[in-house]
């Protein structure tokens, strides 16, 4: 799988967008980008996931680079529940063997 | 929230004592996985299952071991635990059943401690 690089920390203003950005040079044609929260104390939560079109659901939006070397995941309007670790996962899809690479991601904390 | 318990939630035990953890799920999902947690380390897989008596190794595999005799079922056994496996234990689950919906969903962990 390959290796994703993000910012160890971040801040944002409650209410205004959080950007989170991950770089993954690396990434090849099979692999898809995932993201997951973990929020103090808790089990790591999905949040979404893509290949190179951008994808939006309930929680967030994800901006995949044409090139696909880096992406950004957006939560639109952050609230202090989102204050959490956030991890960028990049994994090809192999049936048989679906362990996901946890780094060390990044600290967002929303500031009220 | 995807139907994961793991039991118990908390265990503090002493070294070279049997422990074994549990995850349970009501989704009916063929692949289940233990997974670590330490500070600075992130998350690292254990064991993982595709199916009923099926299991393979994940990279931090030593010292443990898994059995999965129903799909509901998955359980982390620590022969004699040390207090190197002092930890904060994620069962997940996935049900790989295709590009949109193949994704790993966790349960609310079990944090042990070896004295």
């Known amino acids: 799988d390959a290796k994703t690089t993000q910012p160890t920390s971040m801040d944002c203003a409650e209410g205004r967008a959080a950007n989170l950005p991950c770089n993954h040079s690396?990434?090849?044609?099979?692999?898809?980008v995932y993201w997951y929260r973990q929020i103090h104390s808790q089990g790591p939560q999905y949040i979404i996931h893509?290949?190179?079109n951008n994808e939006t659901n309930e929680m967030a939006s994800l901006i995949i680079t044409e090139d696909r070397k880096s992406s950004t995941l957006i939560l639109p309007h952050a609230t202090l529940r989102d204050t959490a670790v956030y991890y960028c996962?990049?994994?090809?899809?192999?049936?048989?063997?679906?362990?996901?690479?946890f780094g060390t991601g990044t600290r967002l904390t929303i500031i009220p | 929230d995807a139907g994961i318990t793991q039991s118990p939630r908390h265990k503090v035990t002493e070294t070279g004592t049997p422990v074994t953890l549990r995850c349970h799920q009501t989704?009916?999902?063929?692949?289940m996985y233990w997974y670590r947690q330490d500070p600075g380390h992130g998350l690292r897989l254990i064991h993982y299952?595709?199916?009923?008596?099926?299991?393979d190794k994940g990279e931090v595999s030593d010292g443990y071991s898994v059995s999965r005799s129903k799909t509901e079922d998955f359980l982390l056994t620590l022969e004699s635990a040390t207090s190197s496996q002092t930890s904060v234990y994620f069962c997940?689950?996935?049900?790989?059943?295709?590009?949109?919906?193949?994704?790993?969903?966790f349960g609310p962990g079990t944090r042990l401690t070896v004295l």
């Open positions: 690396t990434i090849s044609g099979n692999e898809y």
């Open positions: 997940a689950i996935s049900s790989s059943g295709g590009v949109s919906t193949d994704t790993q969903y």
């Open positions: 996962i990049v994994r090809a899809r192999n049936f048989g063997n679906e362990k996901l690479t």
């Open positions: 299952s595709y199916g009923v008596k099926d299991t």
């Open positions: 893509g290949l190179k």
């Open positions: 989704e009916n999902h063929r692949y």
